[in-house]
């Protein structure tokens, strides 16, 4: 149980396009999701929070025009890069917290942005 | 704000040796996290630890918490080539609710 979808698992965009990335929980209903954003060699860093239904809360630097974050239900939240550029590309892992231990994260896979 | 430190940030071992990861942290927190990742992978989880002197193994992998001083240890027993692997702590924190993560120590286990 607890599993957490990321889809897809790796994209390559030009310059400018916008690119949207999906997590889901698959077997139990996530209140909150993370995004997470991890340069190659570096820790995990909080991008933001959402909770389904209401706005999602960005870290201090992380610009929300940017990095859109939708949390429409409660297994599927979604991370837009719109116009995304080459320092963008990073290592996006969401996780997802609900079901019964609503204390513990459930990490995705992972999903790999590289931007030409 | 809730800082973590992990040391070393690299670790070459040789097998059948044992070595210590340190994880210090510097407000109080509820709960700290031990995770394991492989390259191009995400997180696995390997130990939650929720009061001060909590231990808990799996393996050759230990975990320990010291909540008076703020630090926690993964300690590796007898390492094997299996193990290699980059190791993080993250620490909870009930305000905000959310996890702050060390920078990671890098293992790598030498035949």
């Known amino acids: 149980g607890a599993v957490v979808s990321q889809h897809p698992s790796w994209v390559i965009c030009k310059s400018g396009t916008s690119v949207k990335i999906e997590c889901r929980s698959l077997?139990?209903?996530?209140?909150?999701m993370f995004w997470y954003r991890q340069f190659p060699k570096q820790s995990l860093m909080l991008m933001a929070t959402s909770n389904e239904g209401s706005k999602a809360t960005y870290e201090q630097g992380v610009e929300k025009d940017k990095f859109l974050i939708n949390h429409a239900s409660l297994t599927l939240s979604t991370l837009t890069v719109t116009s995304a550029h080459p320092e963008d590309s990073s290592f996006y892992i969401c996780?997802?917290?609900?079901?019964?231990?609503?204390?513990?994260?459930?990490f995705g896979p992972g999903t790999r942005l590289t931007v030409l | 704000e809730l800082k973590v430190e992990q040391n070393p940030l690299f670790l070459s071992m040789q097998e059948g040796k044992n070595y210590t990861i340190y994880c210090n942290y510097s407000t109080t927190s509820d709960r700290l996290y031990w995770y394991r990742q492989d390259p191009g992978k995400s997180l696995e989880s390997l130990f939650v630890l929720l009061s001060n002197g909590a231990v808990k193994q799996e393996g050759r992998l230990m975990a320990s918490l010291d909540t008076k001083a703020r630090l926690s240890t993964l300690h590796i027993t007898a390492a094997v080539h299996d193990l290699s692997a980059t190791y993080f702590c993250?620490?909870?924190?009930?305000?905000?609710?959310?996890?702050?993560f060390g920078g990671g120590t890098r293992v790598l286990v030498k035949p």
């Open positions: 077997d139990f209903q996530a209140t909150t």
């Open positions: 996780s997802a917290r609900g079901g019964i231990s609503t204390d513990t994260q459930y």
């Open positions: 993250a620490v909870h924190k009930a305000a905000g609710n959310k996890l702050t």
